[in-house]
């Protein structure tokens, strides 16, 4: 879980090396932008400018403007090291699960992912595609580490546990609650406290844990 596979490995890398940060500029300049100005109206000549390079080079970094937006969201997940989490797990499930969600909410409830999260409701007509590239591009990839997790727990010998998806669809909506997170949405609630995630965290795991151990007991 979590482990990438080098490739090429020894074999020299072809032409100029790319600027990283370059690249950085151009990903903070796209946070700033699609926030202001939304996706549709946020054009690669108008990125190039706000990150003070080319667009030449906007796209020696990013194919097209869907890249550069997934690219976005997949930093956001990595900043909460919900794109691999395997080093910080102690295989206790209480622990592991109050870690896990806590990182979940910490990222679900960070601002800028907050207003990202408002742009492609607001934009999903304009942009039908732009909630597949958030979806695939954010949760999709935190629910299949959990979902491993899960897989790998099950496999070491945790017998109450269940389908991996499955018991990922159960965590999740344990975790996150619909109807806060419509009032944070629409501005009718603040973000849940650092002390207050720490809670619905543990609380969370608590409860699915007791879910499935009751699920397996009734079987």
């Not at 979590?2 to 903070?28: F, H, M, Q, V, Y």
């Not at 202001?36 to 970094?61: I, P, W």
């Not at 629409?186 to 809670?199: D, M, Y």
């Not at 619905?200 to 409860?207: G, I, L, N, P, T």
Request: net charge neutral.
């Amino acid at each position: 879980m979590g482990i990438n596979s080098s490739t090429s490995a020894g074999l020299p890398a072809r032409g100029r090396p790319k600027d990283a940060s370059k690249k950085e500029d151009i990903l903070l300049a796209a946070s700033d932008l699609f926030l202001q100005r939304g996706f549709h109206g946020t054009s690669m000549d108008a990125l190039a400018q706000a990150a003070g390079v080319s667009k030449a080079t906007v796209y020696s970094h990013f194919t097209d403007k869907n890249a550069l937006y997934q690219a976005l969201i997949k930093n956001k997940v990595k900043d909460y090291q919900l794109d691999d989490f395997s080093p910080h797990l102690s295989w206790d499930m209480q622990a592991d699960l109050t870690m896990i969600s806590t990182k979940i909410l910490d990222l679900v409830f960070d601002e800028k992912a907050v207003a990202m999260l408002r742009m492609v409701v607001s934009e999903q007509q304009k942009t039908p595609a732009l909630g597949d590239l958030f979806r695939i591009s954010g949760p999709q990839i935190v629910f299949q580490q959990v979902s491993d997790y899960f897989a790998e727990q099950k496999r070491c010998g945790v017998d109450y546990l269940g389908d991996p998806e499955e018991d990922c669809g159960l965590h999740s909506g344990l975790l996150i609650e619909h109807r806060m997170m419509m009032q944070v949405l629409i501005g009718s609630q603040g973000v849940p406290k650092k002390a207050e995630r720490k809670l619905q965290a543990e609380a969370s795991a608590r409860r699915f844990i007791a879910v499935k151990k009751s699920e397996a007991s009734a079987r």
